[in-house]
């Protein structure tokens, strides 16, 4: 077919074309209408469309209006949305209680809450070690010196 029997074609169905572009997809919602007017007379898909329409009725009312909105500063609502601050309040708490718990009994809390894991572990406290003490003291080297030599030796160990 050549352009110009297609343009001849669509000017023969441009009014036909018209129609089907007004059909109810483009209809305006009167006021006073019922939702069943809106519906088209195709018998397929008719829920369809009931259920789509009356699910928009509301939808579309835009609720945003100002009459009953009390206007507040901005200062004001910024320091609504600010979070306070309890820390003093419940240190007070905490400090005003006579009650202290035993340290047995926060040991074992601390130890219940500490991971299973080793790096959940704290470091256990090195044993150092201990000073090796003489058996034999100084009185008793210099005795066995004056026994075994007869006389003390100095600068000897």
């Not at 829920?47 to 699910?55: A, E, N, Y």
């Not at 004001?76 to 820390?87: A, C, G, N, P, V």
Request: net charge positive; charged share 30%.
């Amino acid at each position: 077919m050549s352009a110009s029997m297609l343009r001849r074609g669509l000017e023969l169905l441009s009014e036909d074309l018209k129609d089907v572009n007004s059909g109810p997809k483009h209809k305006k919602r009167k006021a006073g209408g019922t939702v069943k007017d809106l519906v088209s007379s195709n018998r397929h898909g008719v829920s369809k469309q009931l259920r789509r329409l009356q699910g928009r009725g509301e939808a579309t009312k835009s609720k945003a209006t100002v009459k009953d909105k009390r206007v507040r500063s901005a200062i004001d609502e910024y320091r609504k949305k600010q979070t306070k601050s309890h820390l003093s309040a419940n240190l007070q708490y905490l400090l005003g209680t006579g009650h202290a718990a035993k340290h047995s009994a926060t040991q074992k809390i601390i130890n219940q809450n500490s991971g299973r894991q080793s790096r959940f572990q704290p470091d256990q406290p090195v044993a150092r070690p201990q000073e090796e003490k003489p058996v034999f003291t100084e009185d008793e080297f210099q005795e066995f010196q004056k026994e075994y030599f007869g006389k003390i030796v100095e600068g000897g160990s």
